[in-house]
Each structure stands twice: as structure tokens, then as C-alpha cells.
């Protein structure tokens, strides 16, 4: 996470007053012709990187390609993330919502969505996530500058999230 706010940092097409920061995440089941996990991040409305659990990477920019070419270790860290860690961890998550809902077989897609966004001239820097399963949103959050939520998600949600499994994205 911390090497891709860097990508975000020294991205070429940032402009000089907002800049934004977005992972798009999303995990299906059921779903033919399309991988059980794809996940993208896009640097100032821009993909840098996507990569999928057909064992695909794609480095979008030149900046990103460029980052990961002078670092095989960051290289290695995604591919591990992309690979083996995200798509696991996205697929419990899956299948606690599933569990939770009584949702069995079929087809089944859960967004997941963070952002952080930075205006320099303000200041102001807004964080915002959002999980949302088969189109229906389950839950969100907007976060600003100190990070106090703006609203809170349904209860429902509330006791979805505390059965979600925890985990870091870096060590």
C-alpha cells in the first residue's frame, strides 16, 4: 500500500492541485469468464496497475513500470498480493457475506472500493471505502482529514463488519 501511494506521489499525470488515489477491488462467484478476483488502482482517473487471480499483472503507466522494473522486491510483493493474499482474504469476505445473508450458489459479486483524495491547495484530504454486494450497497464510510466517520453504516452492516476476518495489507 505504502509503494503504491508512492506511484501516486511521483505519477507523471497528476495535476498540480488534486490528486486522488483509488483501489477498486472485486471478488464473484459463479461468474463465467471472469476471474474470481480483479483488482485495479487508479492514479488520477488513470489505471496504473490491474492485475486478476488468471495470474495476470499489467502495469498501465510508465511511471508504474518503471517503479517496478528498478524494484523486483516490490514486483514480488504484488505478485504476492495479487496472487495468493488478496484473492483469499476477498473470498472470505465473500463467503461471510454469503453465510450471513443465506445467499447459496448462483451468481454472486462484491465490489470493494478505497480512496483517498488530496487537494493541495486546501489541505484537505478525504478518504472514503465502500463494499457493496450484487449492486445493493452494504455498506460505506467517509473519512476526512482526522478520520471520523461522516455516517454510519446500517446495523445490519454493523454486525456484518465485526465477522469480516481482520488483515494487514503490509507488514
Known sequence: MKT??????????????KHSLKFLLT???GVQNLPEFVMSVVVNDVQAVHCD???TIELHQ???KKLFTDNPQL?????GQCFMILPRYFKSILDTIMQRFSHRGGVHIVEFVAGIQSDEQTGDTVFAQCV??????????LLVEN???????PPD????????????FLP
Open 157 to 168: 452492516v454493523s454486525v456484518l463488519s465485526s465477522q469480516l476476518p481482520r488483515y494487514r
Open 132 to 141: 457493496a454486494e450484487d449492486v445493493f450497497k452494504l455498506w460505506g464510510e
Open 147 to 153: 478520520r471520523s466517520p461522516l455516517s454510519v453504516p
Open 53 to 55: 487471480s488468471n495470474k
Open 75 to 79: 514486483m514480488e510483493l504484488l505478485t
Open 62 to 64: 510508465d511511471v508504474s
Open 4 to 17: 503504491l501511494f508512492l506511484l501516486f506521489l511521483f505519477c507523471h499525470v497528476s495535476s498540480p492541485v
Open 27 to 29: 471478488v464473484s462467484s
